[in-house]
């Protein structure tokens, strides 16, 4: 059982904006910057998002935020190639480890 | 650009040690404060962290795992080591080192990933 909570799956239609939601307690999101990593056909992960900043070559329809204890990720504008898994990270002080969501298959209908 | 390439063999009999290096490239590991990782992902299942080292050389692992992963770092030949001990198949997985650095107040974050290197332990 992983110590983040995200939706097993999430669909939408191109150019929809979808949000994948990633939830935890105080001990790691509340207290944390959190990360969102994409994974395409289980190739390597890949950060789009590190607190609510995009890193290089990551297009702005990416985008994050954080509220309490769950933080989101928004894609606007969906495209065919942002179907992938996406897992949400941060670090837990409670745990002294670092934490993944169980990943959100995200489906491009 | 910094790049991170995992390598070591690609099977390890049960019992044995896996043995496996992480290659940085684009940067000197020791040029700043980064945490450096392994994480693992066996096949169709999610994320497991594994363990980190800091550039100073100090260490926290997953507590699943701590009596067993000793993870190190080469500053010479900018490399981190991942060293599990006593496997079994259930180890079998995509092995993957990745940089996390200080965003800011609120932590470190992952920024660079592997390609990963698949370890088998057959059962």
């Known amino acids: 059982q992983s110590a983040l909570t995200q939706e097993a799956s999430v669909s939408g239609t191109v150019g929809q904006k979808v949000t994948l939601s990633c939830t935890g307690n105080?001990?790691?999101?509340?207290?944390?910057?959190v990360g969102w990593h994409q994974q395409i056909s289980h190739g390597a992960p890949k950060t789009v998002m590190f607190g609510n900043s995009l890193p290089s070559g990551i297009p702005d329809r990416f985008s994050g935020s954080k509220s309490g204890t769950t933080a989101s990720l928004t894609i606007s504008g969906l495209q065919p190639e942002d179907e992938a898994d996406y897992y949400c990270s941060t670090w837990d002080y409670s745990l002294a480890a670092w934490v993944f969501g169980g990943g959100t298959k995200l489906t491009v209908l | 650009q910094v790049q991170l390439q995992e390598s070591g063999p690609g099977l390890v009999k049960p019992s044995q040690t896996l043995s496996l290096t992480c290659t940085v490239s684009?940067?000197?590991?020791?040029?700043?404060?980064?945490?450096w990782s392994w994480i693992r992902q066996p096949a169709g299942k999610g994320l497991e962290w594994i363990g980190r080292?800091?550039?100073?050389?100090?260490?926290n692992y997953n507590a699943s795992l701590k009596s067993r992963v000793t993870i190190s770092v080469d500053l010479s030949k900018n490399q981190i080591s991942l060293k599990l001990s006593s496997v079994t198949a259930a180890d079998t997985a995509v092995y993957y080192c990745?940089?996390?650095?200080?965003?800011?107040?609120?932590?470190?974050?992952?920024?660079?990933w592997g390609q990963g290197t698949l370890v088998t332990v057959p059962s």
């Open positions: 105080g001990n790691n999101i509340g207290s944390y910057a």
């Open positions: 684009g940067g000197s590991i020791g040029s700043n404060s980064y945490y």
């Open positions: 080292i800091y550039t100073s050389g100090s260490t």
């Open positions: 990745a940089r996390a650095y200080y965003y800011d107040s609120s932590g470190y974050v992952f920024d660079f």
